[in-house]
């Protein structure tokens, strides 16, 4: 499926759907989810229909954070978790020129491990969330 990570098998369960897509990629809707052999930390999140299009996506406590938000009503009858367990937080990951990692807390992706339904949450309010370092 991919050029970049050679070929991936896409089953149901590595495939996550946002119904509205993700910011500045409104029409794709499905995306697999996937991590390269011995590699935990760090996950692809890939396009089905465009496989150029990838995201690297870590859960915050692969980078040493513990992250907590509230989920509106609006967005809680979206995702239909059954408990807060269900509910997975991924955040987006980006590397710029000079090779430094960057950490996009402000937009993480919120989804539904059991029923793989997910969206993107625009947090512009910092009391909107509580980062701490793990062990704080």
């Known amino acids: 499926m991919t050029l970049q990570f050679g070929e ?7 495939t996550l759907h946002f119904a509205d897509g993700l910011p500045g990629f409104e029409t794709l809707t499905d995306f697999h989810l ?3 052999e011995g590699q935990q930390a760090v996950h692809w999140l890939q396009a089905v229909d ?5 995201f690297a996506v870590a859960e915050p406590h692969a980078l040493g954070l513990a992250y ?4 509106s009503d609006a967005e809680c009858e979206s ?5 807060s367990e269900d509910v997975l937080v991924l955040l ?7 090779g430094d990692v960057h950490i996009h807390r402000n937009a993480p992706l919120i989804i539904n491990s059991r029923n793989r339904k997910g969206f993107q949450k625009t947090l512009t309010d910092p009391q909107e969330f509580t980062l ?5």
Do not use: C, K, M, Y
């Open 8 to 14: 991936q098998e896409i089953s149901p369960e590595s």
């Open 68 to 71: 907590e938000l509230t989920l």
């Open 92 to 98: 987006l990951l980006s590397r710029d020129d000079e």
């Open 50 to 54: 465009a496989p150029e299009v990838t």
């Open 132 to 136: 701490l370092r793990a062990g704080e």
């Open 79 to 83: 995702l239909q978790p059954e408990s």
């Open 34 to 36: 996937f991590h390269e």
